[in-house]
Each structure stands twice: as structure tokens, then as C-alpha cells.
């Protein structure tokens, strides 16, 4: 079935993006998991998806994202129209100036083309928060609104200029000759996350693909207290959620059911393990049960159905908090007889949701 066979294929006027974690399967390598991910760029692209964005995360055995700006450069590389980016780069892991230099770098791999999504959250467990720190030059948490000015100066055409209290200047560039700068986004899923984007003029995007928590109030604190910036005048924003479509709601809610899991072991502190197949996740439900606290909460929270369900559930949920754009983490499960480098559950979930005809 084409995705222009769907019959709500133009009557979504909402934006739609991608959020990506390069999910690892059983059996799966970081390879074959980067050149499925790297593939469903490309497609993300030719459907006309807005932007597609890597996460960061750390030392989790079903995700490979660990490295998003490595990640946006093979991205950028295999895609020519769709916006590239992070979902985020998780600050207090890194030096400000070497994310400027890198999302500098980035803009000018794909000019126009870059998204800095940037967040406050670790990314990891504790122990992989002090191999970061010790690893190498890190930013201070406390100084996050701080290190956030720093890389729009450093990024900026015009550059920053460092005034030293013994007199003088010191003038600092991202990149010798820039053009254009990436477009800053700040992330969270609490009201520090939404106040201090409205304070700062900048786009704001709410993580709701993990925590549905505080929502309403978020947006609104974003949008009443938003200062107007020179790149922003008025407020910007869209929400995160987990998508499964296919072609029956029974295969919709078969492919969910791995990504169910693996949530449910997250929440309930077991340990973490590859994202288990479709058939795998079946008979360990049937044994274990694993999921059954956590499924009405995933149902009630995430879209999972067939691709007419999940396009009118978009919509109105984009309608109810008055959103242009809806970015989509495509949770979509493997069958065990699917190819490792490719990912056809979560491309027909794209394709069933296709901004645009192939």
C-alpha cells in the first residue's frame, strides 16, 4: 500500500517531524542499528517530514544514540531538504564551546538546514555522568541559561567577545566565516525548562513522548511569559509523542509491545536489555506479564492503531494545544524475520503519517 493510498493523506494540516533514539534490537549491532536509523532519514526526507532529530543517551543496551551531532553529519549527508538535528544535546555532558563548534561545523555541512535541540537532563545513570565529567571538559548545571547565551554569541555570524577584567578583549568564533547559525531549541518536561525559554525568546519543546506530566502547564507558562526575541517574536513550540501506526490496529498493537517492555523495565528499575523482536516480546509477555501495569498508561499516552486512527488522534491532539507541529518518535517493533539494517515497522508508520506523497 503507497503512503499517498491513505485516505487522510491531505487533511492533516499539522507539521510533522521525527524523533529518533537508533533503537538496537536483539542480535542487532551498533551498525546495522545506525544504517537503519541513517535509512529512515532518507525516507523521513522524500515524505516531507519537517525536521529529524537524534537523542542522547548513554551506555543503554537498546540505544545507539549516544552521539548526536556523529550522527546529524551522516544524516545531513544522505538527506537534502529536511532540517537536521538534536533531541537533544545534553548540556552539563559537554564544553559549550565544542557543542558550538560542532553544530557551527554542522551548519555549515547543511546550511539552513541544522537544529541545536539542547537539554539539562544527564542522559545517563550517575556512573556514566562522572565518566563524562572525567572524560573530558564538561559545563556547569547551574550555569545552564549562562552556557545557552555563550553558544547563541559563539554560533552567531558576529561571534562573542570576551571582556577581561584587567582590561581588553578577546573575540570568540565557532567557525572563521559563518553565514548562518543552527536554529537553538531548549527541551525539557518541567516548568524550569518552559520559563526559561520564554525568558530567553527561544523555541521550546516539551518532551511529552516520556513524560506526559505537567503539559498544560508547561505550554502556558511558555506562552504567557514569552519575551519576544529578534528570530522568535512570537512563541514556538511543538510536543514529542510515541507512535506506532500500521496497516491493523492488531499489527499497531503487536509492534508497540516491544517498546511497552522495555518502558516498563525502565520504570520498574529491572535491567535494561536489546529491544526485544515482536515475536520475542509476545512469549515473554505470555510468561512474565511485564507490561500489564504500564499498557493502559502507554495506550492512553502514546498512539498506537492503524494509520487513519493515529492521523485523526494527531490531529486533534495538535488542535487541543494549539500546536503547527508535532514531532513523532516512531516506536515501531521488528518481526524477527526483518531485515537488521532496516527498520520497516517504524517506515510504514511514516509513511502511513506522510506529511506529503512519496
Known amino acids: 500500500m503507497d503512503a499517498a493510498a491513505s485516505p487522510l493523506q491531505h ?5 510533522l517531524s521525527v524523533l529518533d533514539l537508533v533503537p538496537v534490537r536483539t542480535h542487532q549491532t551498533s551498525a546495522a542499528a545506525v544504517a537503519a536509523s541513517l535509512s529512515l532519514a532518507h525516507r523521513a526526507d522524500e ?22 551531532p556523529v550522527l546529524i553529519a551522516a544524516a545531513a549527508a544522505r538527506t537534502s531538504r529536511i532540517r537536521v538535528g538534536s533531541g537533544g544535546v545534553m548540556l552539563p555532558n559537554h564544553s ?22 539542547i537539554g539539562r537532563a544527564p542522559g545517563s545513570d550517575p556512573v556514566i555522568t562522572q565518566l563524562l565529567h572525567r572524560s573530558g571538559t ?7 541559561p549562562d552556557h545557552i547565551r555563550d ?26 566565516a559563518a553565514t548562518s547559525q543552527p536554529q537553538v531549541w531548549l527541551l525539557g518536561s518541567s516548568d524550569y525548562s518552559a520559563q526559561l525559554a520564554a525568558s530567553m525568546g527561544l523555541p521550546y519543546v516539551f518532551a511529552n513522548h516520556f513524560s506526559g506530566d505537567g503539559l498544560e502547564r508547561a505550554l ?3 506562552r504567557e511569559q514569552y519575551q519576544p526575541s529578534e528570530q522568535h517574536p512570537a512563541p514556538v513550540t511543538f510536543l514529542t509523542a510515541n507512535i506506532v501506526a500500521a496497516d491493523t490496529a492488531d499489527e499497531a498493537a503487536a509492534r508497540a509491545l516491544p517498546q511497552i517492555r522495555m518502558m516498563a523495565r525502565l520504570r520498574s528499575g529491572r535491567p535494561l536489555i536489546a529491544l526485544e523482536t515482536v515475536e520475542q516480546a509476545a512469549a515473554a509477555e505470555a510468561e512474565d506479564g511485564l507490561s500489564a501495569p504500564f499498557r493502559a498508561w502507554a495506550e492512553s499516552t502514546w498512539f498506537i492503531g492503524d494509520g487513519d486512527d493515529v492521523r485523526r488522534r494527531l490531529s486533534d491532539f495538535a488542535a487541543r494545544h494549539g500546536l503547527d507541529e ?22 510504514r508508520t511514516l509513511e502511513l503519517l506522510a506529511p506529503l506523497a512519496a
Open 11 to 15: 487533511t492533516m494540516s499539522t507539521a
Open 47 to 68: 515524505l516531507g517530514y519537517t525536521r529529524y532529530w537524534f537523542a542522547e543517551h548513554h551506555n543503554m543496551p537498546a540505544v545507539a544514540s549516544t552521539t548526536p
Open 96 to 117: 559549550p564551546l565544542v557543542v558550538a563548534e560542532q553544530f557551527a561545523a554542522l551548519e555549515a555541512l547543511a546550511p539552513g538546514r541544522i537544529d541545536l535541540g
Open 138 to 144: 564538561t559545563s556547569d548545571v547551574e550555569r545552564f
Open 151 to 176: 553558544i547563541l554569541s559563539i554560533t552567531s555570524p558576529q561571534g562573542a567577545t570576551v571582556q577581561f577584567t584587567s582590561g581588553g578583549t578577546y573575540g570568540v568564533t565557532a567557525t572563521p
Open 220 to 222: 502556558s507558562l511558555y
Open 326 to 347: 508535532v514531532m513523532i518518535s516512531p516506536v515501531a517493533g521488528a518481526h524477527d524475520d526483518e531485515p537488521m539494517d532496516a527498520a520497516p515497522g517504524r517506515a
